[in-house]
C-alpha cells in the first residue's frame, strides 16, 4: 500500500509528541514540520542568511517560543499542562518509594504479577478481582511494621503500584502532547517560521521562485481547477432566470470560453458540447449533433447505447455463445458440489419425514381429487346444475379479463409479500429451538467460557467480514480494496475457528448433532431464498424515448436496405414460370425532416427533464474559428432552425464581431443576430486578482510577483497565462536561477526574439528595396542580439531595445521615407516597434530589484501606476500600437521609468556571472 508524504507527516509528527512530550521536545518537532512545508523548505539557501540553521536558531529564542506558545493557549494546553503536573508527581513518587526501600523492586512485583496471573488462569475472571482486594489488604496491614523485609517489600509493591499509574498517566500525558503540538504546529510555529523565514529574505521575498508541481499548469484542461470568475457567475444567473433561450458567448480567444461552455455543460444534469467545423455543412453539422444528443440521453437513463458492429452475424452468435458458455460453466463449477453437498446432508431427514408423513399425505391426496372427480361427474350428468352455471360464469369472467391488469396485479402483490413470508419461515425455522425442551436443557449446561469463547469470535468473525466487504464496494478507494485483501485470512481464520469450537467442543457438539438440525437448516434457507428471490423486480420496459433515440441512432448511422424474391414455375410440360424481386431500401432524410424530428426530439427530453427540476444545455464551442465574421453569421443563419426549443439553453462561443453586432441592435443595422440570439456574454480577460486565484490553484508556491510578470505578459488572456506561468518554471530550470529578476530577463528577451522573429518573417514577404532594406537588417541586427544575450553585453542590449523602441515610432529606424514602404508594412514595424518598447517596459520593471517598493510608490501615482495597467498596455497592443504607446509612455510616467533613450553603456556590473564567458563583467 502506497503512503504519501502528506499522509504520514502528521502521524509521524503525533508519534514524535507521544514518544517524547516534554514541552522543549514537542516545539523542536513542531519547528522541524514547519520547515519542511514546501512553501518554506523552497525558500531556504537562496539568499545569504536565509537558511535552514538561522530559521532554528531565530526560532530557538524565548522571544519566539512564547509567541508560538501563546498562539496555542486554550482547553488543548490546560490538559497538556495538568497532565504533565500529575505525571511529575507520580514519578516523583516512585522515586522516593524506590529510593527508601532497600530491595530491588523489580523482582517482587514480577512475582506478584505473575502469582496474579495463575490464579486468574487457576480459578477464572473472578479471581482477578480476588487477587487485587488481597494485594490491597496485604499492603494496608505491612503499614504497621516500618522496617524489616516485609517493610522493604510493601515499598517495592508501592513502587510497583505508582509504575502501573505512572504508566497509564504517561500515555494520557502522550495523547495529550500529540493534541497540542498539532495546535502549536498550525497556529504557533508554521505562521511565525513564515513570517522569520520572510524576514531573513529581506527585501520582496517573494521574489524568491520556489520549484514545485506543475501538474494543473502543464493540463490546461484538466478536471478541478476551474475557477470561477465575473463572466461564469454572470452566465449562471442568466441560466437561472430564463426559461430557455439562446445565449452568445462572446471574448478574444483564450480567454477561456470553451472553458466556461464545459462547465456549464458539466452543472447541466443534460449537456451536449459539440464543436462547430472549421468547414461546415449544415446537414452534416444537424446529424453530428443530432446522434450525440441521442448516445448522451440514452447513457444518462443507464441503457446501453448500440454499437452497430459491422461483424458478421456468425461471428456475433460465436462470440455470445462463448460469453454465455463461460458463465455456465463457472456457474456448474460452483452449483452442483454445493447442491451435491446439500443433498447430502439433508438425505437422512429428508428420508425421515418421507416415511412418516408420505402416506397421510397420499391419502389426503386421493380424498381430495376422489371429491373433484365426483363433483365434475355431478356436473356433467346434470346433478348440479347450479354448480355447473357457477362454472360457466366463471370461465366468463376470465375470458372478459383477458384485457385486465389485475391478474398482474394481484401476482406482484404476492410477489412483493414474499419477503415476508421468507423471513416468517426462517425466524419460525430456527425460533423452533426454543419450543424443544431437550435443547433448553443442553444449552443451560453449557460452560461460561464457552459460550464468551463462541461469542467474541462471532463478533469478531462479524466485524471483520463486515468491513471486507464494505471495503470491497465499486465507491471505496484503492486502500480499500488492498484493506480488504489483508481482512479476508483473519476473517477466514475466525470463521473456521468458530467452527473449530462449536465442532470439538462436546456440549456445543451435542447442540449441533440434534436430528431436528437439519429440517431447521433447510427451513432456513428455503426462506432465506424466498427472502432473496422478493428483491428481484423484472427488468423495466424500454422508456418511449430511450427507444426513439435508438431508432435515430440506426436511422442516422446505417443505411438498411431489405430485398425480397419470389418465384414460381408451372409443372411440366406445359413449362410457365415467373419471378417478382422486391428491394426496399431508406432514404437518408433531409434537412426539414431532420430539423422537425431533432426539435420533437430533444423538446421531449427537455420536458421530462424541466420536471424533475434539471435543465437540458446543448453548447455549440469554436463558431469563433470559422474565419470572419461573415462565415459565422452564416453558420448562425443555417443553424437557426433548431434554436429556441422549449425548455432548452442553447450556448455559442463566438468571436468579438459577432457580439458587436448583437450589442448594436435596435440601431440602423440589423442582422441574423437579432432573431437568432437572446442574450450575449463577453467573456473578458483576466484581471489580476483572477489571475492570482487561477495560478494558485494550479501551482502551490508561484508567488504573487510573478503571477504578476504572467498576468503581463498574457494580458489577462487564460490560455497565455497558463503558458506564460509554465515558461517561467521551464525559465528556471534552464537557467537555475531563484530571483525574480533573473528569471524575468531571460523570460522577457526569449519571448521578445520569438515575437521579433515573426515579425521579420512577415516583413519578409513584402517588397523591398536597397533603400528600404535597412529596415529588415535592424530587425535581423536585433534578432541577433537578442539570440545571442547575455549579462557581458546586457548595457548594449537594452540600448539597442530603446533606440528600437523610440526611433522607430519616430521614423528614424529605417532611413528611407515613409512613402517607400507599403502601408501594411510600416503598420508591422509600428507595431513591432511597440511591441518593443512594452517588452522594454516589463524589462525595466521585473529586471530590477527592489519590485515591492517601486510597486508602491507607482501605485501612489494613480490609476497609471496601478499593477493591472500593464496587462491592459498588453491587450491595447492587439488593438492600435499608436494607443498602446501613449497608455505605455503613462505607466513609465507612474513607474519614474524614462521616456527616451537613455545612456546604457555607464550601468554598474550585472548581477550575474556569464554563462558563456565565465566571468562576472
Given amino acids: 500500500m502506497q503512503l504519501t508524504w502528506k499522509w504520514l507527516e502528521p502521524a509521524r509528527l503525533k508519534a514524535a509528541h507521544f514518544a517524547a512530550p516534554e514541552r522543549e521536545s514537542i516545539y523542536a518537532a513542531c519547528l522541524d514540520a ?15 542568511g536565509a537558511s535552514h540553521e538561522a530559521v532554528i536558531r531565530e526560532m530557538s529564542t524565548s522571544r519566539w517560543q512564547t509567541a508560538a506558545t501563546e498562539r496555542a493557549t486554550g482547553p488543548q494546553q490546560r490538559a497538556y499542562d495538568k497532565a504533565l503536573a500529575s505525571t511529575a508527581r507520580i514519578e516523583g513518587y516512585r522515586r522516593a518509594a524506590i529510593d527508601v526501600a532497600e530491595t530491588n523492586w523489580r523482582p517482587t512485583c514480577v512475582l506478584f504479577g505473575l502469582t496474579s496471573i495463575v490464579l486468574v488462569v487457576a480459578l477464572g475472571w473472578l479471581a482477578a478481582l480476588g487477587a487485587v482486594l488481597v494485594a490491597m489488604a496485604a499492603m494496608l496491614s505491612l503499614i504497621r511494621w516500618p522496617g524489616g523485609t516485609l517493610f522493604h517489600r510493601r515499598l517495592n509493591l508501592l513502587a510497583g503500584f505508582y509504575g502501573v499509574i505512572w504508566l497509564v498517566r504517561r500515555c494520557r500525558l502522550g495523547v495529550r502532547a500529540a493534541r497540542w503540538g498539532a495546535i502549536l504546529e498550525t497556529k504557533g510555529t508554521r505562521p511565525l517560521v513564515e513570517h522569520v523565514v520572510l524576514q531573513l529574505l529581506g527585501d520582496d521575498p517573494d521574489s524568491v521562485y520556489v520549484p ?30 430564463i426559461e430557455d433561450g439562446t445565449i452568445a458567448v462572446c471574448g478574444p480567444r483564450g480567454t477561456g470560453k470553451s472553458t466556461l461552455l464545459e462547465a456549464c455543460v458539466e452543472d447541466a444534469r443534460f449537456g451536449v458540447l459539440v464543436q462547430a467545423p472549421a468547414a461546415y455543412a449544415p446537414l452534416d453539422f444537424l446529424v453530428s449533433l443530432f446522434v450525440r444528443v441521442c448516445v448522451q440521453y440514452i447513457d444518462d437513463q443507464g441503457y446501453t447505447v448500440p454499437e452497430l458492429t459491422r461483424l458478421s452475424p456468425m461471428l456475433r452468435l460465436a462470440r455470445t455463445a462463448r460469453r454465455r458458455a463461460r458463465q455456465l460453466g463457472r456457474w456448474i463449477v460452483f452449483a452442483l458440489p454445493a447442491l451435491a453437498l446439500f443433498c447430502l446432508g439433508l438425505s437422512a431427514p429428508v428420508r425421515a419425514l418421507y416415511a412418516d408423513y408420505a402416506s397421510t399425505i397420499a391419502d389426503l391426496l386421493r380424498q381430495q381429487g376422489s371429491t373433484l372427480h365426483k363433483q365434475a361427474l355431478s356436473v356433467w350428468n346434470g ?93 471505496a478507494p484503492l486502500s480499500g480494496h488492498d484493506m480488504s485483501l489483508v481482512l479476508r485470512p483473519p476473517a477466514t481464520a475466525a ?10 467442543t462436546p456440549q456445543t457438539n451435542q447442540l449441533l448433532s440434534d436430528p431436528d438440525n437439519p429440517i431447521r437448516l433447510c427451513g432456513a434457507i428455503a426462506g432465506a431464498l424466498i427472502v432473496r428471490a422478493g428483491y428481484w423486480h423484472p427488468k423495466p420496459a424500454e422508456p418511449a424515448l430511450v427507444a426513439r433515440c435508438r431508432n435515430y441512432l440506426y436511422r442516422l448511422q446505417t443505411i438498411q436496405t431489405t430485398a425480397s424474391t ?124 483572477e489571475s492570482n486565484k487561477i495560478l494558485s490553484a494550479r501551482s502551490e508556491t508561484l508567488t504573487e510577483p510573478y503571477a504578476l510578470l504572467a498576468h503581463s505578459l498574457s494580458g489577462g488572456v487564460l490560455r497565455d497565462l497558463l503558458r506564460y506561468a509554465l515558461q517561467i ?167 519614474e521609468l524614462p521616456l527616451g533613450p537613455a545612456n546604457r553603456l555607464d550601468l554598474p556590473a550585472s548581477r550575474a556571472v556569464c554563462p558563456r564567458h565565465r566571468v562576472r563583467p
Avoid at 470463521?495 to 470439538?504: E, H, K
Avoid at 513584402?766 to 546586457?794: G, I, K, M, V, Y
Wanted: net charge negative; hydrophobic share 40%; aromatic share 8%.
Fill in 34 to 48: 514547519s520547515l519542511l512545508e514546501p512553501h518554506v523548505a523552497g525558500r531556504l539557501g537562496k539568499r545569504p
Fill in 212 to 241: 514545485s508541481h506543475t501538474d494543473g499548469l502543464r493540463a490546461p484542461r484538466a478536471p478541478g481547477y476551474v475557477v470561477s470568475n465575473s463572466a461564469m457567475k454572470q452566465l449562471k444567473r442568466k441560466l437561472d432566470h
Fill in 383 to 475: 346433478h348440479a346444475i347450479g354448480l355447473g352455471v357457477v362454472i360457466c360464469l366463471v370461465a366468463l369472467v376470465w375470458w372478459h379479463s383477458r384485457h385486465d391488469v389485475w391478474p398482474v396485479r394481484l401476482l406482484g402483490r404476492l410477489w412483493k409479500h414474499s419477503t415476508f413470508i421468507g423471513m416468517t419461515i426462517a425466524v419460525v425455522s430456527v425460533g423452533s429451538v426454543l419450543t424443544d425442551e431437550r435443547m433448553r436443557h443442553q444449552a443451560a449446561e453449557l460452560p461460561k467460557g464457552t459460550v464468551l469463547t463462541c461469542l467474541w469470535l462471532f463478533l469478531l468473525w462479524l466485524v471483520l467480514h463486515g468491513a471486507r466487504e464494505a471495503l470491497e464496494e465499486p465507491g
Fill in 495 to 504: 470463521g473456521v475457528y468458530l467452527l473449530y469450537v462449536l465442532v470439538t
Fill in 566 to 689: 419470389w418465384s414460381g414455375t408451372a409443372p411440366q410440360p406445359l413449362a410457365i414460370g415467373g419471378s417478382h424481386a422486391t428491394t426496399v431500401s431508406t432514404v437518408p432524410p433531409t434537412m426539414p425532416e431532420l430539423v422537425t424530428e431533432f426539435r420533437e426530439l430533444l423538446g421531449d427530453i427537455a420536458k421530462q427533464k424541466t420536471l424533475f427540476g434539471d435543465r437540458a444545455v446543448i453548447a455549440i464551442d469554436e463558431v469563433d474559428r470559422l474565419g470572419s465574421d461573415t462565415e459565422a453569421l452564416d453558420f448562425l443563419r443555417e443553424i437557426k432552425a433548431i434554436l429556441g426549443v422549449r425548455h432548452v439553453h442553447y450556448l455559442i462561443s463566438v468571436a468579438e464581431d459577432v457580439g458587436a453586432t448583437f450589442v448594436r441592435r435596435g440601431l440602423p443595422h440589423r442582422d441574423v443576430t437579432d432573431s437568432s440570439l437572446d442574450d450575449i456574454i463577453h467573456v473578458p480577460p483576466s484581471t489580476l486578482a
Fill in 729 to 895: 518554471k521551464e525559465t528556471q530550470d534552464k537557467t537555475q536561477a531563484h530571483e525574480l529578476p533573473d528569471i524575468a530577463y531571460d523570460l522577457i528577451l526569449e519571448e521578445l526574439s520569438e515575437t521579433l522573429a515573426g515579425f521579420r518573417t512577415l516583413l519578409s514577404k513584402h517588397q523591398w528595396t536597397p533603400s528600404t532594406s535597412d529596415t529588415l537588417t535592424a530587425f535581423r541586427f536585433l534578432c541577433n542580439q537578442l539570440r545571442d544575450a547575455c549579462p557581458c553585453t546586457e548595457p548594449e542590449l537594452r540600448q539597442a531595445l530603446e533606440t528600437f523602441a523610440t526611433e522607430s515610432a519616430e521614423g528614424h529606424a529605417d532611413p528611407a521615407p515613409d512613402r517607400e514602404l507599403v502601408d501594411e508594412a510600416r503598420q508591422l514595424v509600428d507595431e513591432a516597434s511597440a511591441y518593443v518598447y512594452f517588452s522594454l517596459t516589463l524589462l525595466e520593471i521585473f529586471g530590477e530589484k527592489g519590485l515591492e517598493y517601486r510597486t508602491s510608490r507607482a501605485s501612489a501615482f494613480g490609476a497609471d501606476g496601478a499593477p493591472e495597467r500593464l496587462a491592459e498596455a498588453r491587450q491595447e497592443l492587439a488593438i492600435s500600437p499608436y494607443s498602446a504607446r501613449t497608455l505605455i509612455n503613462s505607466i513609465r510616467m507612474a513607474w
